[in-house]
Nanobody
Framework: QLRLVESGGGLVQPGGSLRLSCVVH????????IGWFREAPGKEREGVSC????????AYADSVKGRFTISGDNAKKMVYLQMNNLKLEDTAVYYC????????????????????????WGQGTLVTVSS
């Protein structure tokens, strides 16, 4: 059974960096299309970035372009989200999710981002950007 586990969150000052990790448990030879999402207090969950199963195609929300980089290591069954130049508004709980039913694209991140849209989620990792 597919299971995702995030790690790497923490407290960082504005302008700082963090790298989030998502471990993909329970897959055999197929690699998962993975998305990163975030949910800030009082706000709707939003799509941040995604990577396809070949690890060649990626997409980003406009708010993180140029600052965040998604990558994957299939041998380790890991997907990473490198977050640089963090801003106060990046504060949120970050989740990874299996996007096996959707194409990794900016449009998908903008329109398909609710909890009920994806079958498998991680437990989330908290990122707090504060001075």
């Amino acid at each position: 059974q597919l299971r995702l586990v995030e790690s790497g969150g923490g407290l960082v000052q504005p302008g700082g960096s963090l790298r989030l990790s998502c471990v993909v448990h329970g897959v055999s030879n197929d690699y998962e299309r993975i998305g990163w999402f975030r949910e800030a207090p009082g706000k709707e969950r939003e799509g941040v970035s995604c990577i396809d199963e070949t690890r060649n195609r990626t997409a980003y929300a406009d708010s993180v372009k140029g600052r965040f980089t998604i990558s994957g290591d299939n041998a380790k069954k890991m997907v990473y989200l490198q977050m640089n130049n963090l801003k106060l508004e990046d504060t949120a709980v970050y989740y990874c999710a299996s996007m096996r039913d959707y194409y990794c694209a900016e449009y998908t991140l903008r329109t398909v981002h609710k909890y009920e849209d994806y079958e498998v989620w991680g437990q989330g990792t908290l990122v707090t950007v504060s001075s």
